[in-house]
T-cell receptor
Framework: KQEVTQIPAALSVPEGENLVLNCSFT??????LQWFRQDPGKGLTSLLL?????REQTSGRLNASLDKSSGRSTLYIAASQPGDSATYLC???????????FGAGTRLTVKP | DAGVTQSPTHLIKTRGQQVTLRCSPK?????VSWYQQALGQGPQFIFQ???????QRGNFPDRFSGHQFPNYSSELNVNALLLGDSALYLC?????????????FGSGTRLTVV
């Protein structure tokens, strides 16, 4: 059974810092991995999608990497801003069937 | 271009009652998936509907059922509500089965069972 773990559970940083969020998964046979952002009480916003054949994806100040063999992904946020404060979730899709398994998320607070 | 629309936004029900949640997918999407997110947890996959049929199902009891209509909208029904069913219920739509063609979440329905 695929299990997804995110560390740390919570993170507080001052504005301007670069930071890394970690995601690990137990079964390396994944189809893709996706990072989402969730604001309190809201739905999920897709940030980056990495196909299993890819190693990384970039969007603006965000960079996500994927190492299938070690079962790990990282989300790098450059020059953090207070508006980045949210919960970040990673999810893996095993068989191209939309059954995504999510981690519990990392709650990020960026202080002005 | 409307995104995924869910209704109602909040709902309070009594234990043992039944509830129906609704979802309208993003324009151009034909597949709807439902997730349950307990407080402080990641979403858990309930089931997915495509071409008006349940295609995939997660580890949820038969009390959870659904339906997809010809216009691709969907309903999630939960019978015999338990306190543990209190959660944020998220609907996500996509074009076809794979998330790689775009996967959009709604803002969710917050269900509280008392």
């Amino acid at each position: 059974k695929q299990e997804v773990t995110q560390i740390p559970a919570a993170l507080s940083v001052p504005e301007g810092e670069n930071l890394v969020l970690n995601c690990s998964f137990t079964d390396s046979a994944i189809y893709n991995l996706q990072w989402f952002r969730q604001d309190p009480g809201k739905g999920l916003t897709s940030l980056l999608l990495i196909q299993s054949s890819q190693r990384e994806q970039t969007s603006g100040r965000l960079n996500a990497s994927l190492d299938k063999s070690s079962g790990r992904s990282t989300l790098y946020i450059a020059a953090s801003q207070p508006g980045d404060s949210a919960t970040y979730l990673c999810a893996v899709e095993a068989n191209n069937n939309n059954d995504m398994r999510f981690g519990a998320g990392t709650r990020l607070t960026v202080k002005p | 271009d409307a995104g995924v629309t869910q209704s109602p936004t909040h709902l309070i029900k009594t234990r043992g009652q039944q509830v129906t949640l609704r979802c309208s997918p993003k324009s151009g999407h034909d597949t709807v998936s439902w997730y349950q997110q307990a407080l402080g947890q990641g979403p858990q996959f309930i089931f997915q509907y495509y071409e008006e049929e349940e295609r995939q199902r997660g580890n949820f009891p038969d009390r959870f059922s659904g339906h997809q209509f010809p216009n691709y909208s969907s309903e999630l029904n939960v019978n015999a509500l338990l306190l543990g069913d209190s959660a944020l219920y998220l609907c996500a739509s996509s074009l076809g089965w794979s998330v790689r063609y775009g996967y959009t979440f709604g803002s969710g329905t917050r269900l509280t069972v008392v």
